[in-house]
């Protein structure tokens, strides 16, 4: 997996000719809605990966967590209503390929994922109103960002904290990872998945358990 352009990641450059057809993305993102707990990790992973001097600078995510206290059927009975903004990763070619003046779009051949060539975009903005689910970004410079799949190997979905590697002992709420990269029919089997209650297990507990100290202590 190499960089191709500035801060895209991808396995090469694949271009189709006007009115070829381009074959699909397979395996998405997807999101479950009612887990995210707004931790940003994801944002961070993203960032970290894609910004163009290797700093953590959330301005260089390509998806966003958003709060949607206004959208009552997105907030779960633990009161989570967060919810993040990926790409959709539209049938090929994407609206937002298709609106671009300057044919500024390739596909990477491995994960079929359009990708915007910084070289070739003149920051004209049109893919920002054309993509119908808000997330093209636009970065502090100007560039415009779109979420290239890392190549297949998606930094946000690895970075989730709440996967389950990532849970530590003791939290009090239920949890399934937020962030899948998988085709729709397993995400939709995974998500129907029960998430499992952690019971708090206190300092002292966990220090009595562990033989750390004595319950004389």
């Known amino acids: 997996m190499v960089g191709i352009g500035k801060k895209e990641i991808a396995n090469g450059i694949e271009r189709f000719a006007p009115g070829e057809d381009v074959p699909n993305v397979s395996m998405k993102l997807f999101a479950l809605r009612n887990q995210c707990t707004e931790c940003n990790v994801c944002e961070m992973a993203c960032a970290l990966?894609?910004?163009?001097?290797?700093?953590?600078?959330?301005?260089?995510?390509?998806?966003?967590?958003?709060?949607?206290?206004?959208?009552?059927s997105k907030i779960n009975p633990d009161g989570f209503g967060f919810v993040a903004g990926i790409c959709h990763h539209c049938g090929n070619p994407p609206p937002c390929a298709e609106v671009c003046p300057t044919d500024a779009f390739y596909y990477d051949p491995v994960t079929r994922a359009a990708v915007i060539e910084q070289d070739n975009c003149i920051q004209c903005m049109e893919c920002v109103p054309g993509c119908p689910f808000d997330v093209v970004f636009v970065a502090p410079d100007g560039e415009l960002l779109k979420c290239d799949l890392c190549g297949g190997e998606p930094v946000c979905v690895s970075a989730c904290a709440t996967r389950p590697e990532m849970v530590n002992n003791g939290k009090q709420y239920t949890r399934l990872p937020v962030l899948f990269y998988e085709e729709q029919a397993e995400f939709n089997?995974?998500?129907?998945?029960?998430?499992?209650?952690?019971?708090?297990?206190?300092?002292?507990?966990?220090?009595?358990?562990?033989?750390?100290?004595?319950?004389?202590?």
């Open 49 to 72: 990966a894609h910004s163009p001097e290797g700093t953590v600078n959330p301005q260089y995510s390509r998806l966003r967590i958003d709060h949607a206290p206004h959208k009552p």
């Open 189 to 217: 089997r995974l998500a129907k998945q029960k998430a499992e209650k952690q019971d708090e297990v206190g300092m002292m507990q966990a220090m009595l358990e562990r033989g750390e100290i004595s319950s004389s202590a």
